[in-house]
């Protein structure tokens, strides 16, 4: 597979100027920061004004950006960091970390009635443990920030680097699955069992029920009952206000004015992972607007005589000693590079499908942890000129 012409490159500067959001899309540690920072930067370098959203960046990337994170407010690049690698004035970069409780908790007191029952939602034990680490929360609460911030004034581009999860598929199901995990059976049958007053009514259930509640109270404690009982009670008031929520967040993943960025690497198991992903788009009558490759090893040579002979040049009493190492290396680097290369053909049926162009990434020497690196992989994106 070899790598796209300039013109496609121009693709994903198009994005920029077209697009109100990008997401960047793929499982962990395929360098979905990165590239979400990179992305920023570049529509920065075109003049807009730009909102980066992240679950948890880089603490250097973040400190070679002169931020740092000790709480989910908004982080304003320094402008003069900015001109050092070409944004104009007009363009602007702030960055901003997703905190899950902290969105959940400004969910809850929208949704609530009133201040009270916000309030006792908020302080219920077993919410705190919903809020932090049922599964999906994460993933919900990233996608309601997207929601809240789209429409905010003040920046012209939103990018959003998705929560680094096992499967890439989780954020788009999140706000239905958190809405089911409301809606359920067995909470519909907890609500049925709550009296007005928000206790735990065992005259209300079936004896075998009843005495099996009983028994686990016994073993938790009846507080601990009184809290589930509380909780599920002051929640399924919520529940209308709370499907419509999450409908207006499941529609703004679906919008036209949304881009994915699907960001992979060369390895076998994030290429599977990013093209089920844009099979699920396809499916939906959606597509990938582009796929990132990063760490793509370069094609070396098996061997290189230029290489061999200044070897011999610089050191002839070590030249057989230099000369066998340098092929060696060479044919490691030939062989990763090569490597490479055979597994992106996995992505040619997605580029054909949805007609998403690709760009590669090549491999750095370092990790990219300052501006001037983050620069030169935007140029890579979405170069300037």
């Known amino acids: 597979m070899s790598p796209p012409q300039n013109q496609k490159h121009e693709r994903l500067g198009s994005l920029l100027s077209s697009r109100r959001v990008i997401l960047s899309v793929g499982c962990g540690g395929v360098g979905k920061t990165t590239t979400t920072a990179a992305l920023g930067l570049a529509a920065a370098r075109r003049g807009l004004r730009v909102l980066c959203l992240t679950i948890d960046p880089a603490r250097r990337l973040a400190q070679s950006l002169g931020l740092e994170w000790s709480s989910s407010e908004a982080r304003v690049v320094d402008a003069a960091l900015l001109a050092r690698?070409?944004?104009?004035?007009?363009?602007?970069?702030?960055?901003?970390?997703?905190?899950?409780?902290?969105?959940?908790?400004?969910?809850?007191?929208?949704?609530?009635?009133?201040?009270?029952?916000?309030?006792?939602?908020?302080?219920?034990?077993?919410?705190?443990?919903?809020?932090?680490s049922l599964a999906g929360t994460q993933e919900y609460m990233a996608m309601e920030k997207l929601h809240s911030l789209r429409d905010d004034p003040r920046f012209d581009l939103i990018l959003l680097d998705t929560p680094p999860t096992t499967n890439a598929l989780d954020f788009l199901d999140a706000p239905e699955r958190l809405v089911g995990a409301i809606d359920s059976p067995a909470i519909r049958w907890f609500v049925q069992a709550v009296e007005g007053s928000g206790r735990l009514s065992f005259s209300l259930m079936a004896r075998s029920t009843a005495m099996l509640l009983r028994g686990l109270g016994k073993v938790t404690g009846g507080g601990f009952l009184e809290q589930v009982a509380s909780f599920i009670n002051e929640m399924n008031s919520l529940f209308g206000g709370w499907k419509q929520r999450a409908d207006a967040v499941s529609a703004t993943l679906r919008a036209p004015d949304v881009a994915y960025v699907l960001v992979t690497t060369p390895d076998p198991l994030a290429i599977r992972e990013v093209t089920f992903f844009a099979e699920r788009l396809l499916a939906e009558k959606m597509r990938p607007d582009a796929i990132v490759v990063n760490r793509v090893n370069p094609a070396f040579p098996r061997t290189d005589p230029t290489a061999l002979g200044s070897m011999q040049a610089l050191s002839p009493q070590h030249a057989e000693q230099l000369a066998g190492r340098c092929e060696a290396a060479l044919r490691d680097a030939h062989g990763q590079g090569h490597l490479d290369r055979l597994h992106l053909f996995a992505l040619d049926t997605v580029r054909e499908e949805s007609g998403a162009p690709a760009v590669f990434v090549p491999t750095f020497p370092a990790d990219v942890y300052d501006l001037e690196a983050l620069s030169e992989i935007s140029e890579i994106l979405a170069p300037s000129t």
């Open 85 to 132: 690698v070409g944004v104009p004035p007009s363009g602007s970069m702030t960055i901003m970390r997703v905190d899950t409780k902290a969105t959940f908790d400004g969910l809850v007191r929208s949704l609530a009635p009133t201040k009270e029952r916000a309030e006792r939602i908020l302080n219920n034990v077993l919410y705190t443990y919903i809020s932090t």
